[in-house]
């Protein structure tokens, strides 16, 4: 989910509007909401938790940015402190106060940020992040158009120096979507969110490949919940339709995995109660 200043959020939509020019289809925002709407909506919808993430496109933007997460987090019923972070000097500082101020999720976007995951600025936010066990929620897949940085393999090398962080590869790594679950099975804490995935959107020049939901019946415990609520141009029980697809596809998976997707596997990586 994204909830941010409103400012940048309305250079985010902005940039939406202008969607044909950056990914050659439109992308009209479904829920281009005032803030206490879009609560309200996601109340409705049935969110009972979620993290609401932030990230910079330049330096001198992601502390300013994580301070204004980590109140939103704590002032509001459901969300969690977050935090998010920039390859610049004092990464280190800022991210540490935001984990000691009670962050439980951060977020990295390689491909808007226009930065090498594996810059040597960032290795020591990753590694406070892995002994923090704090999760990281990554775009660092070629989707929805490659970038500077993008790719998998450029990810995997922070994996490598960091085999025990916790990562959420989102949109899956979209369109790579083998090649992420092959980092869930080489990283124990690797997980894939479903972000944009399997929707018809996505579908239409993004596929999934057709041993997905057998592959996934491996690794229950290590898909999440993603939605990019509110910037996504379709409704949002259209993910919770994908992800049901994949429910009914395979025996494997079935009530048991719909439960963990959509409630068990996020709360436990956000520190939420497992009761309800």
Request: aromatic share 10%; charged share 20%.
């Amino acid at each position: 989910m994204h909830f941010m200043p409103e400012r940048v959020l309305a250079k985010v939509w902005a940039f939406f509007d202008r969607a044909g020019e950056h990914y050659g289809v439109p992308w009209p925002i479904h829920y281009r909401l005032g803030e206490p709407e879009r609560l309200d909506r996601l109340r409705a919808l049935g969110v009972v938790g979620f993290a609401p993430l932030v990230y910079p496109h330049k330096p001198d933007m992601a502390e300013w940015l994580t301070e204004w997460a980590l109140d939103f987090g704590q002032r509001t019923p459901g969300a969690v402190p977050t935090a998010t972070l920039y390859p610049e000097p004092g990464v280190e500082t800022y991210l540490g106060k935001a984990l000691d101020a009670g962050a439980r999720c951060v977020k990295a976007h390689v491909q808007v940020g226009a930065y090498e995951p594996a810059d040597p600025l960032l290795d020591g936010a990753w590694g406070l992040l892995a002994e923090a066990g704090v999760p990281a929620v990554v775009h660092c897949g070629h989707g929805p158009v490659p970038g500077a940085h993008t790719g998998l393999d450029r990810y995997e090398a922070v994996l490598r120096r960091h085999p025990r962080l916790t990562a959420v590869i989102a949109h899956a790594g979209m369109p790579d979507y083998g090649d992420a679950l092959d980092l869930v099975a080489r990283y124990p804490r690797v997980h894939l969110d479903t972000t944009m995935v399997g929707v018809p959107f996505s579908e239409r020049n993004q596929p999934l490949p057709a041993d997905w939901a057998a592959r996934i019946a491996d690794v229950p415990d290590r898909i999440v919940l993603g939605t990019d609520f509110p910037n996504i141009p379709y409704a949002y029980s259209e993910q919770l339709r994908a992800i049901a697809g994949w429910a009914g596809s395979d025996d494997r998976l079935g009530t048991p995995f719909l439960r963990a997707v959509l409630h068990d596997n996020p709360a436990r990586l956000l520190g939420y109660p497992m009761s309800r």
